[in-house]
C-alpha cells in the first residue's frame, strides 16, 4: 500500500533563518505532488505542485521554493524565513488519473519567532 | 480548477443525530471529491463521486451530486464524537493536476 512521510511535525524557527521540509512516498510510482499551507482556521492555499522529477509550478509569489529530486521525494524550501510563513504544511500525493483523490500527510507545524 | 464552497460553515449536533453539509460550485466538473481534516492533522480522502453519478455510499457517509444545480451533499448518519472535524468539498474540472480548498464545514459532535 501506498504511505507518505513528512517531517519533521512541528518546527520553531527564528525570522531569517532557512528551511526545509521533506515529504517521500511509498508504494507508487510518478505520483503528482502537492504542497499547501493552511493558516490557522483557514482553509488550504495550494503552494506548489509537481507532475514529474524537476517539474515545479508556483501557484503564488511567495518566499518559498520547492523541488523534487527524485521521483518520490518533494522539498519545501526558503532561505531565509519571514514571520508570515507560520502555519501548517501539508504534503500530499494523488495518482495520474484525474478520478484519483489526493493523499495527505500529517503536515508540518511551523512558527516563525 | 474551482473552489466549493461548503454550508454550513459551521455545525453542532448531538451524538447520534444525522448531520448534514452542503456544497455548491460553478462549472462543470469532472469529479467532486469529499475529505475530512481532524484538528492538526492532515486531511483524509472520503468519498469521489463522478459527475455522472447522483448518489454514493461508503459506511455511515452519503454523498449526492446533483449537476443541475451544481451542488453535493454529504450525509452522515448516527453520528460519533469522533466524527468532530472539518469536512471540505472539492469540485475537480479535469483540466488540471489541481485542486482547490474551501474553508470547509467544522462539524462538532457533542457526546
Known amino acids: 500500500s501506498q504511505t507518505i512521510h513528512q517531517w519533521p511535525a512541528t518546527l520553531v524557527q527564528p525570522v531569517g533563518s532557512p528551511l526545509s521540509l521533506e515529504c517521500t512516498v511509498e508504494g507508487t510510482s510518478n505520483p503528482n505532488l502537492y504542497w499547501y499551507r493552511q493558516a490557522a482556521g483557514r482553509g488550504l492555499q495550494l503552494l506548489f505542485y509537481?507532475?514529474?522529477?524537476?517539474?515545479i509550478s508556483s501557484e503564488v509569489p511567495q518566499n518559498l521554493s520547492a523541488s523534487r529530486p527524485q521521483d518520490r521525494q518533494f522539498i519545501l524550501s526558503s532561505k531565509k524565513l519571514l514571520l508570515s510563513d507560520s502555519g501548517f504544511y501539508l504534503c500530499a500525493w494523488s495518482g495520474l488519473n484525474s478520478n484519483q483523490p489526493q493523499h495527505f500527510g500529517d503536515g508540518t507545524r511551523l512558527s516563525i519567532l | 480548477s474551482q473552489q466549493g464552497e461548503e454550508d454550513p460553515q459551521a455545525l453542532s449536533i448531538q451524538e447520534g443525530e444525522n448531520a448534514t453539509m452542503n456544497c455548491s460550485y460553478k462549472t462543470s466538473i469532472n469529479n467532486l471529491q469529499w475529505y475530512r481534516q481532524n484538528s492538526g492533522r492532515g486531511l483524509v480522502h472520503l468519498i469521489l463521486i463522478r459527475s455522472n453519478e447522483r448518489e454514493k455510499h461508503s459506511g455511515r457517509l452519503r454523498v449526492t451530486l446533483d449537476t443541475s444545480k451544481k451542488s453535493s451533499s454529504l450525509l452522515i448518519t448516527a453520528s460519533r464524537a469522533a466524527d468532530t472535524a472539518s469536512y471540505f468539498c472539492?469540485?475537480?474540472?479535469?483540466?488540471?493536476?489541481?485542486?482547490?480548498f474551501g474553508t470547509g464545514t467544522l462539524l462538532a459532535v457533542q457526546p
Open positions: 472539492v469540485p475537480y474540472g479535469g483540466a488540471t493536476n489541481k485542486l482547490i
Open positions: 509537481s507532475v514529474g522529477i524537476g517539474q
